[in-house]
């Protein structure tokens, strides 16, 4: 295991050690509730590198990114209920900005889950898997339209098959007593060497000799492509994925409804068997 000497020693309102405490348990419990779920997801950043590489922590971080299939988006919520993190999903409704010549939005995540306590939080990068197992990362921000009015825009970004196999592990990690896939340590590296932050090249340096050039030359033979989308989009896959709930609950009551009409009408039966009379409901005994 390679350890890097600790150079940043305090971010937020607690202690790195602290922090690391609060990463181990987090990762914990937040996996494998989206496990039990069946949560299409994986854990991302620097973080899920270090520790899919076994790379001891070594800094405060600030927050644990998660990608997550938008569709299971609902599951995400219900499996931080009861947790000491308040979850918010602002995709129709935010602060964040795209700047013309900027391939990417700006801003605090869209949907994010804030711990009670602290400074910490969570994050949610927002996927669609395609039927060709590419990947369509969505990133929801505000645009003003023709009347001066701020209406949800989402900025498409398409990942083909051939880069998500280099950027994302197949191959979940087992961590703290959990499981869960990771980016890999060479999307990781590359992303950093191209921002290039303080923090980022600390990264970088407790990455290196964890990385295989050739898969970062490999990944750059593959593009993404943008396209912006309009808000009536997300509400039409919404409410599609509404819809299909409530058709599976309204099938569950009907069909739980049916059963018990069955098991009556089979104690009725089995009543006059014996010989006695069946009492009607509310009847006083």
């Given at each position: 295991?390679?350890?890097?000497?600790?150079?940043?020693?305090?971010h937020?309102?607690?202690?790195?050690?602290?922090?690391?405490n609060l990463?181990?348990?987090?990762?914990?419990?937040?996996c494998?509730r989206?496990n039990?779920?069946?949560?299409?997801y994986?854990?991302?950043g620097?973080?899920?590198?270090?520790?899919g590489?076994?790379?001891?922590?070594?800094?405060?971080h600030?927050?644990?990114?998660?990608?997550?299939?938008?569709k299971?988006?609902?599951?995400?919520?219900e499996?931080?209920?009861?947790?000491?993190y308040?979850?918010?999903?602002?995709?129709?409704?935010?602060?964040?900005?795209l700047?013309?010549?900027?391939?990417?939005?700006?801003?605090?995540?869209?949907?994010?889950?804030?711990?009670?306590?602290?400074?910490?939080?969570?994050g949610?990068?927002?996927f669609?898997?395609?039927q060709?197992?590419s990947?369509t990362?969505?990133?929801?921000?505000m645009q003003e339209?023709?009347?001066?009015?701020k209406v949800?825009m989402?900025l498409?970004?398409n990942?083909?098959?051939e880069?998500?196999?280099?950027?994302?592990?197949?191959?979940?990690t087992?961590?703290?007593?959990?499981?869960?896939?990771?980016?890999?340590?060479?999307?990781?590296?590359?992303?950093?060497?191209?921002?290039?932050?303080?923090k980022d090249?600390?990264?970088?340096?407790?990455?290196?000799?964890k990385i295989d050039h050739?898969?970062?030359?490999?990944?750059s033979?593959?593009?993404?492509?943008?396209?912006i989308?309009?808000?009536?989009?997300?509400?039409q896959?919404?409410?599609?994925?509404?819809?299909?709930?409530?058709?599976a609950?309204?099938?569950k009551?009907?069909v739980?409804?049916?059963?018990?009409?069955v098991?009556?009408i089979?104690?009725?039966?089995?009543?006059?068997?014996?010989g006695?009379?069946?009492?009607?409901?509310?009847?006083?005994?």
């Amino acid at each position: 295991m390679k350890v890097i000497k600790l150079k940043i020693t305090h971010h937020g309102n607690i202690s790195v050690e602290d922090n690391h405490n609060l990463i181990n348990s987090t990762i914990k419990t937040a996996c494998d509730r989206l496990n039990e779920l069946g949560v299409d997801y994986y854990l991302v950043g620097a973080l899920s590198t270090f520790i899919g590489t076994d790379t001891q922590l070594f800094r405060y971080h600030g927050d644990i990114d998660f990608m997550v299939a938008e569709k299971d988006i609902w599951k995400v919520r219900e499996a931080l209920q009861g947790t000491e993190y308040e979850f918010s999903d602002d995709r129709l409704n935010n602060h964040k900005r795209l700047e013309e010549g900027v391939g990417h939005t700006q801003g605090e995540h869209e949907v994010i889950a804030n711990h009670r306590d602290n400074e910490f939080h969570l994050g949610f990068f927002l996927f669609r898997r395609e039927q060709d197992n590419s990947l369509t990362i969505r990133e929801y921000f505000m645009q003003e339209n023709e009347n001066g009015e701020k209406v949800p825009m989402v900025l498409e970004r398409n990942y083909p098959k051939e880069l998500v196999d280099l950027e994302y592990t197949q191959e979940e990690t087992e961590y703290a007593g959990t499981r869960f896939r990771t980016s890999t340590p060479e999307s990781v590296y590359a992303k950093k060497m191209s921002t290039r932050h303080p923090k980022d090249m600390l990264d970088i340096e407790a990455l290196e000799d964890k990385i295989d050039h050739r898969k970062i030359a490999e990944m750059s033979k593959y593009h993404t492509t943008l396209k912006i989308v309009k808000s009536e989009e997300i509400r039409q896959v919404e409410h599609s994925i509404l819809d299909s709930a409530v058709q599976a609950t309204e099938e569950k009551t009907r069909v739980g409804a049916i059963n018990e009409q069955v098991q009556i009408i089979k104690n009725i039966e089995q009543l006059k068997i014996q010989g006695q009379e069946p009492q009607k409901e509310g009847r006083e005994s």
